[in-house]
């Protein structure tokens, strides 16, 4: 899957998998739950008598052949008869347990789905249902008289057990045997088959299920339907998603990445409709329902052995573009009008190359004959890597086929390469369980670098991985943070964690430990060991340790690369925990230290947990030349080449090209040098060792590890930067909304405006010129192209008097003709200066433009509305927000409003009264997550006891108990972390009046 995305608040099946897990009783608050959220929830049956189960009269003698029941599908669609009281509870029992009992083993599934999607019936309100039946081959490895399975959200009709096969024809069924009974365990989402005899180890046996389910309609989990429009139409579709856990909700099956199987899948379908899957089509027939309505089923190849959250299939009327690659088909599939508007070209032109790429790389051809790629209207999940058939929200495949700017490229070549670098990791070979899903996510994101790398040689590569991946997460990573990477636990008690294991430590740390790797084995070694392992496991699983183990079997087979110990010890001291370390050169003796690095350090954590140690690659360089590699393996060791003289002009830096996940601090001295050679000459020091000693310097002084003025004397040499991405990382650490989260504060605005604008004009004035000029001459460098933005909106804020005007041009000139874009990446900073320079003419203008632009739901919410908040009138901010709770239908229901004005520093005031007097308006239209908004904006500039207690007052006739002792815990860590930016602000002030 694709990295997962903070933005939307969504009631998820989550909601519904919480509830169902608790009690069958509680299935009552699921059906208030269902009429609250129409189709996003379902409601998971309690035990069912599946009529004829215990018919053992329709039993012949043992060996007896029998002809099979007919199935007939439309039968399925009547209720099923629930046998059992609602406060019955299994005993305990092997469904008590997170994993599948190892009895059965899948080998092969039949699985035919059929969804009732008409095109001519669509509708928001209307459920669509599907029936489905599979008949699954089981080995049985342990003699058993019960049998369990994954099932979730449907219901049965029909549930067999025939065998043991006889050997060598899957068909040749013997026998069938009594299922006594049949019952679920909501808590671990088991279907539970108990039999009227013994499964005999060695033999093998089919499962034959009938049943049914709905097809979601808000949320892209199991199985799920888009409603889009089309040609001026209204279209529906129908796809799934299974990872991590959904195939469940699909089908009956054996739900774990190991149990891998092949797979014969038929869809029935609507004539109209054009049915994907896994592999190519096989065949098609008509079947005819009892209505006498006309079907088509579709059948397709087997597939490959894989793992049920692979299993993909899409119903649709969709376009397509093709290609043939080394032989095999590449098909793109979106709507017509995506298609004929050519928005699928780049895409379609990019994924040929991304695969022979990768197959050259990995020396493994691609295993499927063809490859369907899917853009859906709506999902989720960003994009994933189904084999053989791909999916992706439109956002992050489609392109404008004039937007030549190589953000955007980039961005969806970074999608693609990830997807498709999965068809390899993760899908050719599987992590063996949840706990290794970084094997998939890590190496996958990992290979995005290596792609863009390839289609964009020009772009800083080092930057390029910084900024997308190293930046984030080293923000968010710290050693108390309980997870890891990795975790040696293979058991979850709630299939919920297996989700929230999608996290930015499996992806953006992941990536990077793979990056690790691959610097200090060095490039060759690092891919033959990789195609090493991908062939050993090619069709079957793996956990970490085999990769290791095949990295270890490279280093083994040569001599010029030494490691201090094992790959195995070196990484499992990374991945196993939470964090990274923090290493500290004194370079007057040469010794090197690591800890364990914490928010907010204070003394005595630190003495705690010392003897957490990582296994440390240090590449570093002394006055302009790189050294070679050391190694610090313990908390503390000395390094004598490490050692700097006071009185000659080396310097000296640890983490080369930050391939090290971790964070480099250095004594008195180390940063003194440093800051004479930027003050003398920055040039001589790399813009990537730049930006990491901002990056590292700030992070480290947020943090106590050092002083808030050793990071601020690493700006003053500034005026002389004109690498705008080191820019960039000082902006981001300077003006952001810690330090000028109060515009009252005004001991330190002044002064940093003096400050910034003595240094700011040379970057500036090429900043300015590339704008006026032309902002494209910058596309092949879009890192440089993001930075451009925050410049000019600092520019701005400072009051530049030529940042001002440019705004103000760049609007007016927007205004006479709309056609003409602004150039996109300073849009949104042009559009915000224009409102908050001009009056309510522009602001209605904008308004009026956000009403009528329907195309791109991405600009609509991320660019236009926190422009509109950028107004400086209190009476259009209220106004503004006076819409979001007044006007219907709601125009804003993508992004909220109030958040967006509270962003601003007018904004903040407004929308604290705005809120305060509309309250009840609000939290019904957006819903219990109001309060968290409500906390943020009215707790923004709280720094005693007194206002708290003065906003609990007010809020208290709008709050119930409960909220208001959520909304006090909250607003006391508010003050907490206010009072603390105070005194950091203060510090800083200080240091600003001594400097400027
Ligand atoms: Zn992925």
New binding site residues.
Partial sequence: ??PPSSSGIYVSRGVALLLAGLTVALLLALVVLAALYGNCTLVQPSEQHIPGVKDTASTPPGGQEQARPTWTPEAALEPAVATTSQDWRPPSGPWNHSRLPPWLVPLHYDLELWPRLWPDNLSYTESVTFTGRVNITVLCTVATSRLLLHSFFLTYKQAEVWGPLALGTRNATVGRVPVDNVWFALDTQYMVLDLGQVLQPGSRYELHLGFSGQVLQCVSEGLFLNLYTDQGKLRGLIATQMEPTFARTVFPCFDEPALKATFNITIIHHPGYKALSNMPQLGQSERIDVNGSRWTVTTFHTTPRMPTYLVALAICDFDHVSRTERGKEIRIWARKDAVANGNVDFAMNATGPIFSFLEDLFNISYSLPKTDIIALPYFDNGAM?NWGLLTFDESSLLLEPDDELTEERVRVLAVIA??VG?QWF?NLVTMSWWNNIWL??GL??YFELGIINYFYPKLPKNEIFFFNFLHDVLREDHFQRSGAVSTKVENFTETNEIKELFNIYT?NKGACMARMLDSFLSQDLFISALQSYLETFSYANAAQDDLWRHFQMAIDEQNIIQLPTTVKNIMDSWTYQGGFPVITLNVSTGVMKQEPFYLEKTENRTLVSHNNTWIVPIFWMKTGTTQPLVWLDRSSMVFPEMQLSDSDSDWLTLNFNVTGYYRVNYDELGWKKLNQQLEKDPKAIPAITRLQLVSDAFALSKNNYIEIETALDLTKYLAEEDEILVWFEVLVNLINRDVISDVNNYAIYPLLKKYLLKRINSIWNTCSTLIRKNVAALQDDYLALLSVEKVFETACWLGLEDCLQLSKELFRKWMADPEIAIPHPIQRVALCNGIALGTVKEWDFLFSFYINITKEKEERGSRLIPAMSCSKEPWILNRFMEYVVTVNPNPFNETNVIEAVAASEVGQYVAKDFLLNNWPAVSERYGPESVDVLVWIVGRTVSTDLQIMELLCFLGNVLDEHQKIAVHTKLQAIKTENLKNKKRIARMAEWLWKNT
């Fill in positions: 899957m694709s890597e990830h997807e999965h993760g998939n996510e996958a994101s992806y």
